[in-house]
């Protein structure tokens, strides 16, 4: 029974600061039924050996289960809580009385437990202390190992990130250069259409320009056809005009001479 109650406890050890006295060590031992304290202030030590009976009859007395009596007071006297008021005070004959208060369903309540005086507080004290120190060489080695289970953790992190950001550099160089290729083939489909369309504009301008000269050297043929037509027509009209000039000059020369002749006939007479 012994064994198994060994088995399944629990340890704690908090280092109690009351104000106006010095620092208090207490140790915890927990079992599912009953608990262990010892209390020292490095020159004397007290202790508490609270049995079965005794926390049945006090989890009785505010309601509570037994384990969630143990379990209430484990909490208290395994962390310091910040909003409750410790006392450790004087009991008569050497006796202590350890003391702390809690709120439970609005109302503020105080637990007491008796410690009576140790035989031995070198012991104790000594006890309290080398469980300090075994717990601060494990939980050393705990971090410890904590600590390199996560530079394992971060290297092996590492190395994946870095063999990821190496197959991203490569998946990049890769599309850049696709990309490249891809632009490259792509000018030069454009250079060739954009060539071909230059050469085509240049053929439609060259054919115009043949046009606008031909149309132009019409034009031009048309224009002194016209002026030799106006020219010709011109002479024959000056022509008309001449001739008919001349007809009427020798009209009138024949006129006078006709009638000189009459005027001579009428003398003779």
Same mark, same amino acid.
Request: charged share 35%; hydrophobic share 30%.
């Given at each position: ?13 908090? =280092? ?39 926390? +049945? ?6 309601? +509570? ?9 484990? #909490? ?35 637990? #007491? ?8 507080? #070198? ?65 030069? =489909? ?55 000039? =001349? ?13 000189? #002749? ?8």
């Amino acid at each position: 029974m012994e064994s198994s109650s060994t088995a399944t406890a629990r340890h704690t050890c908090l =280092k109690l600061e009351i104000p106006s006295t010095d620092p208090l060590f207490v140790k915890g031992t927990w079992f599912d039924t009953h608990f262990h304290l010892s209390v020292t202030d490095g020159l004397r030590a007290w202790l508490c050996n609270a049995t079965e009976e005794e926390v +049945q009859e006090r989890a009785a007395q505010w309601d +509570q289960p037994v384990a969630e009596y143990i379990e209430l007071a484990e #909490r208290y006297l395994g962390f310091q809580q910040p909003c409750t008021v410790y006392r450790f005070v004087d009991a008569g004959d050497d006796h202590k009385r350890l003391s702390w208060t809690f709120e439970r369903e609005g109302t503020k309540l105080e637990w #007491r437990w008796k410690f009576q005086p140790s035989y031995d507080s #070198r012991k104790i004290t000594a006890g309290i202390l080398d469980f300090l120190m075994d717990a601060n060489i494990n939980l050393s080695m705990l971090i410890r190992r904590i600590l390199q289970e996560e530079v394992v953790r971060k290297t092996q992190s590492f190395e994946k990130l870095k063999l990821e950001a190496e197959k991203c550099l490569e998946q990049s160089e890769r599309f850049t250069n696709e990309k490249m290729e891809f632009e490259s083939e792509i000018y030069a =489909k454009f250079l060739g259409v954009l060539n071909s369309k230059k050469a085509k504009l240049r053929e439609l301008r060259d054919q115009l320009s043949k046009q606008e000269i031909a149309g132009k050297a019409s034009v031009d043929e048309e224009e002194s056809t016209d002026k030799t037509e106006s020219y010709h027509s011109g002479s024959n009209a000056e022509e008309s005009e001449e001739e008919a000039e =001349k007809n009427i000059t020798s009209s009138s020369k024949d006129i006078p001479a006709g009638r000189d #002749r009459g005027r001579k006939r009428a003398t003779r007479k």
